[in-house]
Structure formats: structure tokens, C-alpha cells
Nanobody, 122 residues
Framework: QVQLVESGGGLVQAGGSLRLSCAAS????????MGWFRQAPGKEREFVSA????????YYADSVKGRFTISRDNAKNLVYLQMNSLKPEDTAVYYC???????????????WGQGTQVTVSS
């Protein structure tokens, strides 16, 4: 069992930066791939980024490539999403998730956090 808690969301102007954190409970955190997804009002949950268990492989949606960076610290049971050059279209609730593989689809993940709101003003 893994419990996930996101933090770091907030209101930022376009062009600004935020760093999201996801704290995981459980001794098996390092065995899980981690993903970040987001969901805007009226839209489906969409893939943002994923990282495999040791951080050796990272994946990004085209819409965030070059602006967002995913990382993890297995010693601290944390995964991060550094978001730079934010745009109004990045506004959404951001969720972290844990699963067996670093996948781009939500159903591959077994555990989810409660989400953190990111709002980017123009």
C-alpha cells in the first residue's frame, strides 16, 4: 500500500515557475514508477510526466517537454515536478500516481494522491 500526498500548487503568473512535490508513504516507494497527471475542468485526466523506479528513464507529454522536469529522491520518498515557463493552459489539478511501470495512461497506476491545484494567470 502506498499513500501519496501532493503539495506545492498555487497561483502563478504566466511565465512563472512552481515545483510540485509528492510525498509517499511505505517502504516500497523505490520499487514504483511515478507519474504526474493533470485534469482541467470539463476535460479528461491527461498525462504530464513519468519516471521509472530509479530515475533512469523519464517521459514527458509534448505539451510540457522542455518546460517541466520530473525527478525523484528515493531516500526521502519524494517525487518532484519542476514547472517552468508556465502557461494559462497548464491550469489544472495535478495528481501524482504510483504504478509498476512508467506509463502514459492512468489505468496503469495503482495509487493516486488527492491532487493539488495549479492556476496560471495571463
Amino acid at each position: 500500500q502506498v499513500q501519496l500526498v501532493e503539495s506545492g500548487g498555487g497561483l502563478v503568473q504566466a511565465g512563472g515557475s512552481l515545483r510540485l512535490s509528492c510525498a509517499a508513504s511505505g517502504r516500497t516507494f523505490s520499487s514504483y514508477a511515478m507519474g504526474w497527471f493533470r485534469q482541467a475542468p470539463g476535460k479528461e485526466r491527461e498525462f504530464v510526466s513519468a519516471i521509472n523506479w530509479d530515475g533512469g528513464s523519464r517521459y514527458y507529454a509534448d505539451s510540457v517537454k522542455g518546460r517541466f522536469t520530473i525527478s525523484r529522491d528515493n531516500a526521502k520518498n519524494l517525487v518532484y515536478l519542476q514547472m517552468n515557463s508556465l502557461k494559462p493552459e497548464d491550469t489544472a489539478v495535478y495528481y501524482c500516481a504510483a504504478g509498476k511501470v512508467a506509463a502514459t495512461v492512468p489505468f496503469n497506476y495503482d495509487y493516486w494522491g488527492q491532487g493539488t491545484q495549479v492556476t496560471v494567470s495571463s
